[in-house]
């Protein structure tokens, strides 16, 4: 017991022997605890929103990637299904017109109701535009082949809004429907161009020489005025380039139109001395 005494003896006299704080001090050691509590909850707060916030825009870049990767594949399929319609419309002879051009229009039916459906559910609001370098090659081809089709069926151009009202049943009413714009139908019609010199060519040599040279008219037509349009455009890598190889193709029609006039005495075996009016312009047929 005395020894216990004495220990805590010797405590207490530690106890005042040691420096006192101030209460000046003791107020500023609670403040700077304070302080560092609330700085602490502070940064928890702001990493927990950071995070939310990056989780939020991972989420986001991941669906717009897979939705542009959809959109890519829709993109694919109209292309390689126009480029049917495309082929199928070149087996036109005179002994197959009306079979060729109602398969043809079939199977454009086909590319509106299933891929260009597909493509239009995929891009609402500005993802129309986000996205139209991902989905602008299956539009062009799908111009290309309408207004293709169109030329074959009544030697007509089909415009930008004629083209726009047969996708119009396919959108969502409640929703902006999906309109192609005036880039990706001029482009599209540059590439018509080639398929038109083809078809030119081909008619010469089956002798249709009138409709090879209505093409030449036609195509000529579309370069004046795409001369006139092409300039006022923003600076377009892809329709500079188109202009140069529709140039060609123009050249080309022209050469073979020319060369069947100037030794035209050569091919009237084939043409006959009445030079009949081709079968796609709704005249004589060739016999």
């Given at each position: 017991?005395?020894?216990?005494?004495?220990?805590?003896?010797?405590?207490?006299?530690?106890?005042?022997?040691?420096?006192?704080?101030?209460?000046?001090?003791?107020?500023?050691i609670a403040e700077s605890g304070a302080d560092q509590l609330v700085k602490k909850a502070?940064?928890?707060?702001?990493?927990?929103?950071?995070?939310?916030?990056?989780?939020?825009?991972?989420?986001?870049?991941?669906?717009?990637?897979?939705?542009?990767?959809?959109?890519?594949?829709?993109?694919?399929?109209?292309?390689?299904?126009?480029?049917?319609?495309?082929?199928?419309?070149?087996?036109?002879?005179?002994?197959?017109?009306?079979?060729?051009?109602?398969?043809?229009?079939?199977?454009?039916?086909?590319?509106?109701?299933?891929?260009?459906?597909?493509?239009?559910?995929?891009?609402?609001?500005?993802?129309?535009?986000?996205?139209?370098?991902?989905?602008?090659?299956?539009?062009?081809?799908?111009?290309?082949?309408?207004?293709?089709?169109?030329?074959?069926?009544?030697?007509?151009?089909?415009?930008?809004?004629?083209?726009?009202?047969?996708?119009?049943?396919?959108?969502?009413?409640?929703?902006?429907?999906?309109?192609?714009?005036?880039?990706?139908?001029?482009?599209?019609?540059?590439?018509?161009?080639?398929?038109?010199?083809?078809?030119?060519?081909?008619?010469?040599?089956?002798?249709?020489?009138?409709?090879?040279?209505?093409?030449?008219?036609?195509?000529?037509?579309?370069?004046?005025?795409?001369?006139?349009?092409?300039?006022?455009?923003?600076?377009?890598?892809?329709?500079?380039?188109?202009?140069?190889?529709?140039?060609?193709?123009?050249?080309?029609?022209?050469?073979?139109?020319?060369?069947?006039?100037?030794?035209?005495?050569?091919?009237?075996?084939?043409?006959?001395?009445?030079?009949?009016?081709?079968?796609?312009?709704g005249g004589a047929d060739v016999e």
């Amino acid at each position: 017991m005395l020894g216990c005494s004495s220990a805590f003896q010797r405590v207490a006299s530690l106890m005042l022997m040691a420096p006192k704080l101030k209460p000046q001090r003791l107020h500023q050691i609670a403040e700077s605890g304070a302080d560092q509590l609330v700085k602490k909850a502070r940064t928890m707060t702001t990493e927990s929103s950071m995070k939310d916030a990056f989780s939020t825009y991972a989420d986001y870049l991941n669906n717009f990637n897979e939705k542009r990767e959809r959109v890519v594949k829709a993109s694919r399929d109209i292309t390689m299904n126009s480029k049917k319609v495309i082929f199928q419309v070149h087996r036109l002879s005179k002994d197959n017109k009306e079979e060729v051009l109602e398969k043809a229009g079939k199977d454009l039916e086909a590319v509106r109701e299933q891929h260009f459906a597909r493509l239009m559910k995929e891009l609402q609001g500005t993802d129309f535009w986000k996205l139209r370098r991902a989905y602008s090659p299956g539009v062009q081809e799908y111009v290309e082949a309408a207004t293709f089709y169109k030329f074959c069926v009544s030697g007509t151009l089909s415009t930008l809004d004629e083209i726009n009202a047969t996708l119009s049943p396919l959108s969502d009413p409640s929703l902006e429907p999906l309109q192609i714009n005036i880039l990706d139908y001029i482009l599209g019609l540059a590439d018509l161009t080639g398929e038109l010199m083809r078809m030119a060519i081909g008619r010469i040599s089956d002798g249709e020489v009138e409709f090879a040279q209505r093409i030449c008219q036609f195509v000529r037509q579309i370069h004046r005025e795409l001369l006139l349009v092409v300039p006022q455009m923003d600076d377009s890598y892809d329709m500079k380039s188109k202009m140069e190889v529709m140039l060609q193709s123009v050249i080309k029609i022209e050469n073979a139109c020319f060369s069947v006039h100037v030794r035209g005495s050569e091919y009237i075996p084939l043409l006959g001395d009445d030079a009949p009016t081709s079968f796609l312009l709704g005249g004589a047929d060739v016999e």
